[in-house]
């Protein structure tokens, strides 16, 4: 599986980027990498990186490394559209025209989201029948199933219909990559009661109510993490602060439990220290994935470091032998039938 | 002081309320509560709760502890507006009323909390100037301050003009209540630059930019914690989230550490696990205020226990002694004069 990396996007690029693809294609051997971006830069950091490893694998990993060179930079505070007009040959615009060309199966960037998400939206086309794209993001629960949140930022305003789709790929990923049957699918609201909420909420659930997905009605913040459902729903602008409170608490919990173990050199507090840096990496884990594109774009978090991007690249080749694409396009196939049946039967 | 209870609001109501009152009492001996609810259950709770007091305690006590009659409950669930209309009797509309014929000077309620915000609009009226209340929330941060986050749930669909009379308010509250000499006031937003976010918080910011307040900008989700200002701005439904997932969250990082040391009883672990316990209650933690009203409603969660209970009603008497209601109305004018002195200059 060839995958495409945005060797300059993230805080720390491209060094911890190349250090992620090295830590991947050294865990997975049917991993290849193509790391894009300024050449030089990449190949310094390799020269750099490489020598630590063990010398019978440094010929077979730099064999699963290649290099795609861009000139420009996308950085992270830059208006998407715009910066992609003015840089026709940035780092993550280029990752992913290979995987427009069918050079790599999916593209992985830590850089700036809205340019990633516009880049691919640009280049890969929408999946027919999808009006907005979403990004998921997958959460551990308290249940024994994860949960995933639909959309944490790509869509920001949002039509009921645009929920009601984010749904349905929420449901085929549930599907392909959760393992789950049949999904349960929530929409995120303010109470339990069908009238709470607001228009969007509302009118949204109508859509539901009528479809074919398992809907269980309304979610509250507080039970996303209790593994109630499996797919959550909500606009872009709701999904991303979800998604960033759940990293600030995360963080104020990891400094709350370490204040109570300052000083302490138990086993216990060294347990809980090692086990803590598992909870902190909770919100960067991995990466997030665009769903409702033509193509599998996982986005990571700018403060990745090369465990957090080595995990988004073995995502990616996770999804891409989930074939979460076509999933998500049998998915809307089947709506769009019992809904067309459901029409005709009326 | 004198402060009213809605003694049947709550998933243990009254026993947990009335013990909150009894605790309440015991520390502070200037509070004074009013039970409101049915007088027979109170009565039963108070019996059982008053003997397990030492002697020379119960007199003092039960002295500033009365109960006012109220015939009718509205649950948890029941449409506010409707329930109110159906039940003129009901504990937390007497309670509101004790604060608006004078008899009491705040009210407190782990009930309903649509039903205490418009109880308390129609009581109590709101300040003069003001178009929405809002509920403020305070959580603790990583840094020196608490911060305080205004709306979480009382206006769910916000004008710009709303958030901004929000952050008058949470600047009054800030300076009165948390001693902030010029509180730094932010507009909950899904990203650092003016042009992100939806229509309604960019149309806020003009409002924000052109006042006397602090305005620090867009603070993002995972920001709030971390003491970066003093008044965190956000429409109710997004407010509302915040404060679900915070709670959820809290739970989740809660049970993940205390698997870490299932079955360990060392010294750490016991520290740990007492830690915690003041951790989770950070959401349920005392309660919540609703400002923009003629008086001071605290309203507690629902699954409180004795010690939250006893929390909000010690916040409602400190509230009481801050004369926050008061230091609003100040804001509010200082606002109005500054605005009026800026319209003449232009």
Redesign the interface.
């Known amino acids: 599986m060839r995958i495409a990396l945005d060797a300059m996007g993230g805080d720390d690029a491209p060094r911890e980027v190349v250090a992620g693809s090295i830590l991947a294609v050294q865990a997975h051997p049917e991993i290849e990498v193509v790391l894009v971006g300024d050449p030089d830069l990449i190949q310094r950091s390799m020269d750099e990186l490489v020598p630590e490893l063990a010398p019978d694998q440094t010929n077979r990993i730099e064999k699963r490394l290649t290099i795609e060179s861009a000139s420009q930079v996308i950085r992270m ?1 830059e ?1 998407p559209v715009e910066a992609l007009r003015r840089s026709p040959d940035s780092s993550i615009a280029r990752a992913v025209a290979l995987v427009g060309t069918g050079r790599a199966e999916a593209v992985v960037t830590a850089g700036n989201t809205g340019a990633a998400v516009a880049a691919t939206h640009q280049a890969l086309g929408r999946i027919k029948g999808i009006r907005r794209p979403g990004i998921a993001v997958v959460f ?3 249940g024994p199933n994860p949960v995933v949140v639909i959309d944490v ?1 790509a869509t ?2 949002c039509q009921p219909i645009h929920l009601f789709h984010f749904g349905v790929m929420g449901d085929g990923f549930a599907r392909t990559v959760l393992g789950a049957a049949r999904p349960r699918v929530g929409l ?1 609201n ?4 069908d ?1 709470k ?3 969007l909420v509302r009118k949204t659930r109508e859509f539901f109510s009528r479809s074919h997905l398992h809907f269980i009605g309304n979610i ?7 593994g109630k459902c499996d797919v959550v729903v909500c606009e ?3 999904g ?14 990891t ?3 370490k204040k ?2 300052a000083g ?1 050199d ?1 086993p ?2 060294h ?2 220290q090692s ?2 840096s598992g ?1 902190t990496d909770f919100s960067s884990y991995g990466g997030a994935i665009l769903l409702g594109v033509n193509g599998i774009c996982i986005i990571g978090h700018g403060r990745s470091k090369r465990r957090a991007l080595s995990n988004a690249i073995t995502m990616a080749a996770r999804y891409i032998q989930a074939r979460v694409v076509e999933g998500i396009i049998n998915d809307l196939r089947s709506t769009e039938t019992k809904n067309s049946q459901t029409a005709k039967s009326t």
């Not at 509250?220 to 209790?226: P, V």
């Open positions: 505070h208006p551990p629960t308290t930022g920001v305003k995120l303010i109470g339990e009661e009238e909420g607001n228009e509250e913040g507080q039970e996303i993490f209790r872009g602008f709701v991303n602060v979800v998604l960033k409170v759940t990293e600030g608490m995360a963080e104020f919990a400094r709350y439990v109570l173990f302490d138990s216990a507090s347990r809980v086990g803590l909870a």
